[in-house]
């Protein structure tokens, strides 16, 4: 008798355990690994970007999942150093098993994930790299920031453009950047744009990445009594630049261009009324024209989140972007009703996405068909509050023609006070 | 050239701490760029919180660092330097130390750009001739220098300045005399921690700080110490000031790109002629 009991509980046990296996492979998750910079000096934008991506995978297993099964984000730190992503994406491709990949944040980065996406054909959708497959031309990578099809000129492009539709127009330029990867880029393009648009080049400077004076910096360019001041500069070197701007009373007709770093909101908020005038390149500001649909309601769950998380409070700059490329993966695996890297590639390929940040359509080596980097002038900044910042009026939209929001306020002393 | 002079003593002020620890006490302290940033974002909080002037903040700080620096400095002596397994394992719990500061920060307040703007950061004095003073770097220099004045007394002038000064020369001799080198260091030490809650708060009105800021200055405050020559605290103003003024003068006359290659050549050609520094003894 007792046998028959025995036997009884091991077979109800065999039958619970099978029963279980087959429920949790039918709610197996949908794995999507990535490294990010947690950590290290890109970390300001590494983990909102994070935050993005889980207010996406939090958004979609609400309404169920994909293909009926839970999103599942799999992560590690790359502390901004690009040494470590060989091993992260090993571990997580071979260890974790994930189904599908994602970029960290920014061009080095993306650099070394390269290779190793290409030699196992994996679809790789790029966060804000800076003609990273320029040299691969790799068919399967995709990035979603909206530099467009020639990356180097897609930050000095507006800002040259609307120097050119001055009126007189601007004759002299000034431009500077810092020596590092992205304002040596953005150099190589405001060179070319000097020559097309015909005008004539009075300081070519680059500056090592830690100068912490800029001072002297800013007063040889004063010296040489520039039309137009062009900064490729990060963030800290922004403040710098900005700031020393301010104390020698450099005044150009025109400000701005690619200076990384005014766009968060801490910064934004610190360096105040100083701003006004700056035309900037951005990628979204909160003005009329820029409100997609779908994007209200994601910085309204962002800005609830960004503060337990300890990132930007706005999340104007990239957030947006990074919560679409998790729309862009969602409508893809969708679409394709599977996990097939190249069936989604090619649909990736072939489709224009609507995203909260506006319609997305990829071209040439996995960049935007068309660029959309936005210039934008700060305009009636007063103190240093950050809830200014929330409504329109304050960076206002100049370029594309398309979202413009408002008018250039020319010369930039004209807008400084 | 005055630009260069203002950035020299602010670099002083930064530099001071690791002169007297590793210039000094032979103390290889790579953290001490960790604990520069730590005093600057004491300075935020005490500012964003009750709206303190940075550098009031950096004064009422330096206790608290004291204090700090003295429990650093026992659980180094304990763990490392009584065993006499100082040099490299002490370099190992140093580099330790400075990641675990860096991350703790970061968790703490984000990885978020922070800066301090006070009612003077943004004047200057106009010389005339394009020559101007901005208050930005006038403030921390004169603090640096007064700091460099404060160092320099306390060092010469004090009982305990100058058993500081003694233990760096001969720990046996000073132990003859009825003096604990221990507790000697210990204080040399949080003095050294102290400085950089002030060094920190002038940072942060300078220059945007994130918490991994530290590493850009790791290489400037090495070297300054030894350019100035190991534990000369005057050496270690006119070490800042000679490459505050280099820096600047390139950056204005040949291009900045060069301005950080000529002051390490300079540290180079300065150790090929005197190898103990300007003012080495």
Known sequence: MRHWVLIAAVVGMVVLAAVGAFVAQAADPIKIGFGMALTGGLSANGKPALLALQIWKDDVNKKGGLLGRPVELVYYDDQTNPATVPGIYSKLLDVDKVDLITSGYGTNLIAPLMPIAMERKLLVMGIFGLANNEKYKYPNYFQISPNGPDPEISTPLGFFELAARQNPKPQTVAIVGADAEYPQNALVGARDLIKKFGFKTVYDKTYPPSTVDFTPIVRAIKATNPDVVFVASYPPDSVGMLRAAHEIGLQPKLFGGGMVGLQFTSVMASVGPMLNGIVNYDFWAPESTMMFPGIKEFFKDYQARAEKAGVDPLGYYLPPYSYAVGQILGQAIEATKGLDQQKLADYIRATEFNTIVGKVKFGKNGEWAKGRTLMVQYQKVQGTGIDQFRGPGKKVVLYPDELKSGNIIYPYSAAKN | ?281
């Open chain 2, 1 to 281: 050239m005055v630009a260069g002079l203002l950035l020299g003593g602010f670099y002083a002020a930064v530099s001071l701490g690791v002169s007297l620890i590793f210039g000094l006490l032979d103390i290889a302290n790579i953290a001490q760029p960790a604990f520069v940033i730590l005093g600057s974002y004491a300075a935020y909080v005490m500012n964003s919180a009750f709206g303190f002037d940075p550098i009031l903040s950096g004064l009422l700080f330096t206790p608290v660092f004291f204090v700090l620096g003295a429990v650093v400095y026992r659980v180094y002596y304990e763990s490392f330097e009584r065993r006499g397994e100082e040099s490299l394992r002490g370099l190992v719990f140093f580099f330790g130390l400075l990641f675990i500061m860096e991350v703790s920060l970061s968790l703490a307040f984000g990885v978020d750009y922070r800066l301090l703007q006070t009612a003077y950061t943004s004047k200057s004095i106009d010389l005339g001739g394009g020559v101007g003073i901005a208050f930005r770097y006038l403030v921390p220099c004169v603090v640096g220098l007064a700091m460099t004045l404060a160092l320099y007394l306390f060092l010469g002038r004090t009982f305990y300045g100058r058993a500081i000064m003694a233990v760096s020369q001969d720990r046996l001799a000073l132990r003859l005399m009825g003096a604990d080198p221990v507790q000697i260091k210990t204080i040399a030490f949080g003095v050294g921690i102290a400085a950089a809650s002030l060094g920190g708060a002038l940072l942060i009105s300078i220059a945007p700080v994130i918490p991994s800021t530290d590493r850009d200055y790791i290489g400037r405050m090495f070297a300054i110490t030894v350019l100035g020559g190991m534990g000369s605290i005057g050496g270690t103003l006119v070490a800042a000031v000679i490459l505050g003024v280099s820096e600047s003068l390139m950056s204005t006359f040949f291009g900045p790109s060069w301005s950080l290659a000529v002051s390490f050549g300079l540290l180079l050609t300065v150790l090929a002629v005197r190898p103990a520094g300007l003012f080495g003894r």
